[in-house]
């Protein structure tokens, strides 16, 4: 869900700033963005899917309050947002079954699925939200056409405003795996959002990496303290309306078993049980796939390059 306008992103005008306020180390080689148009699409803002399992309907929490968006649309498969083509492949636990939880982790198979020039990213990720989706943090891994390796990266978002990447109020912490981090491929990395006191914490294979400060919501008379939404998936974001050749995973089809995988999953200090539905939002799944899919997890994945039924 990672297409931003470049002022939200925090680069173009803000990219001193966030250099300055993040350290030139956080990032390193991470999302440095080319001034042409085979970076990030400058006329495209970022979107995230929140997912009902009665209704398979997709919105955009961005757009949630007044529930249109004039530059978004939906094509057999594709949302597409001022021309950037969006998939999902991936599991919810929501409301469906009214729960509270103090946070969520699972751990992910680390992959670097090729990203062509013309496109923008794939990624896989954790998102916990409020009730409603419009206050969430996420956290996960992203390849780039200037970034091929996994780069660890977090979000968050406020009264179903985007903010920014790696920023935006987030307090990084001494760490072995600081954001922007090469994360290794093949390797199995534990992702967790969680609150205690008034901080939510960012983990990475058991480490804090930083934490979002209550007051960030607070402030905006706004209330997240507790996660009531959680989807863990997978996402593409392609140039090309009519076909997409950003592979997803580690570019296998999700029904291989060698495909990416999720796994672990569960709710933290929660009553209810820890329980994934499974969604896809592609409707030629021959490009992407999800397979075995349990309570707790899941495979996924595919090489794109499929036509798309435009």
């Known amino acids: 869900m990672k297409i931003l306008k470049l002022n939200n992103l925090g680069f173009g005008h803000l ?13 390193g080689s991470y999302m440095v963005v080319k001034s ?35 530059n978004t649309t939906e094509n057999n498969g594709c949302l597409i947002e001022n ?31 090729k990203v062509p020039a013309t496109d923008y990213h794939s990624l896989s990720e954790l998102y916990v939200g409020s009730a409603n989706s419009l206050q969430g943090i996420e956290v996960g891994w992203m390849t780039t056409p200037q970034n091929p390796k996994p780069r660890l990266w977090v979000f968050h978002w406020v009264n179903g405003n985007p903010t920014c ?10 760490s ?70 950003t592979q997803m995973g580690n570019g296998l089809s999700g029904i291989l078993a060698q495909s990416a995988y999720f796994s672990d999953y569960h709710l ?13 939002y592609d409707s030629y799944g021959s490009a992407y796939s999800i397979s075995r899919e349990t309570a707790t997890g899941f495979h996924y994945g595919g090489p794109g390059g499929m036509p798309s039924p435009l």
């Open 15 to 27: 990219m001193v700033p966030l250099f300055l306020v993040l350290g030139t180390g956080i990032f």
């Open 36 to 70: 042409h148009a085979t970076s990030l699409n400058p006329n495209t803002t970022k979107v995230m899917p929140v997912f009902n399992s009665a209704t398979k309907k997709i919105y955009l929490a961005a757009n949630k309050a007044t529930k249109t968006n004039k």
């Open 83 to 113: 021309n950037a083509c969006y998939f999902w492949i991936g599991a919810e636990q929501t409301q469906a079954t009214p729960f509270a939880a103090d946070g969520a982790t699972v751990s992910m198979l680390q992959a670097a699925p």
């Open 165 to 174: 990447y790696d920023g935006c109020g987030f307090v990084a912490l001494k």
């Open 176 to 245: 072995k795996t600081p954001l922007g981090t090469a994360l290794k491929v093949g390797a199995v990395g534990t992702f967790k959002i969680y609150i205690s006191g008034n901080k939510w914490y960012v983990s990475y294979n058991g480490s804090n990496i930083g934490y979002f400060p209550l007051a960030l919501w607070s402030s905006n008379n706004a209330i997240f303290q507790t996660v009531s939404t959680v989807l863990i998936y997978a996402e593409t974001c392609t140039s090309d309306t009519q076909t997409s050749h």
């Open 268 to 280: 933290i200090n929660s009553a209810t049980p820890s329980v994934l539905t499974p969604f896809q």
